[in-house]
């Protein structure tokens, strides 16, 4: 049968479009200007060789290795200078952290911006400091949004900056102690809305973060209300 098929790319399959009559329906004929072009199977096989990991086998690679999700994956290698800088950044480290900051942190800076990943001011190596520094709990999410906009504008090793700028997170438990003590005795209709119901608990850790300048370990304020407040 002489017809035009459309390629359904979701179903994985095809189906008919149009009919034709003869060949010539296609404007199909001899170009005089092209030779014939043979290719032995030894020289597409060596050209199949040379070729680079193409976007779907990158894209199943990260899901597999970087156990991302699709939409990440496929976020992450629509540009191979994307691909090859997330790479970088989530090399040893946490990469599904690394894909939250490339794809929301960088990739909103950059659009804001107008500029594409091969001018960023951030390098991969600078990101990835930055992600060790939230993974070994040195700062807190919120200090770690402070250092990306530090090192956007002023460039510097993430962790050189959090040791010179006093940038690390408070995990010292007789420092956030002292905050926590003290909310607790200043506002005890809070405490008593929060053994009532646990989730107003979230309000003396949004204030606790306020009294430390973002410094004290979410974590070992959680974990100081928890144990003060009986709950």
């Known amino acids: ?37 043979e290719l032995t199977a030894e020289a597409v096989a060596s050209l199949k060789a040379k070729l680079p990991e193409l976007p779907d086998e990158k894209k199943a690679r990260f899901v597999c ?15 191979r200078e994307i691909a ?34 091969a001018t960023s001011p ?3 190596a600078q990101l990835g400091g930055l992600i060790e520094l939230i993974s070994d709990k040195t700062i807190s999410g919120k200090i770690a ?31 956030i102690g002292a905050i926590v003590d003290e909310l ?5 209709d809070k405490v008593a809305q929060a053994k009532a119901n646990p989730k107003a608990m979230m309000w003396f850790v949004g204030q606790a973060m306020k009294s430390s300048g973002g410094k004290a370990s979410p974590q070992a304020v959680n974990d100081l209300l928890k144990s003060k407040l009986g709950i």
């Open 1 to 37: 049968m002489q017809e035009t098929r459309l390629f359904d790319a979701g179903k994985g399959e095809t189906r008919s479009m149009r009919s034709k009559e003869e060949a010539h329906d296609y404007r199909y004929f001899p170009d005089p200007d092209l030779l014939p072009l």
């Open 145 to 175: 949004k402070d250092l990306f906009e530090i090192l956007w504008t002023e460039g510097g090793d993430p962790r050189a900056l959090v040791v010179s700028r006093g940038m690390a997170q408070v995990t010292d438990l007789g420092a």
């Open 84 to 117: 090859d800088y997330f790479e970088a950044v989530a090399q040893g480290r946490d990469a599904k952290l690394a894909a939250n900051w490339v794809i929301n942190e960088l990739f909103g800076r950059l659009n804001k911006a107008g500029q594409a990943i």
């Open 122 to 124: 951030i390098g991969a």
């Open 184 to 188: 607790i005795a200043q506002n005890p």
């Open 65 to 79: 290795d970087f156990v991302l999700s699709a939409y990440d994956a496929g976020q992450l290698v629509a540009e």
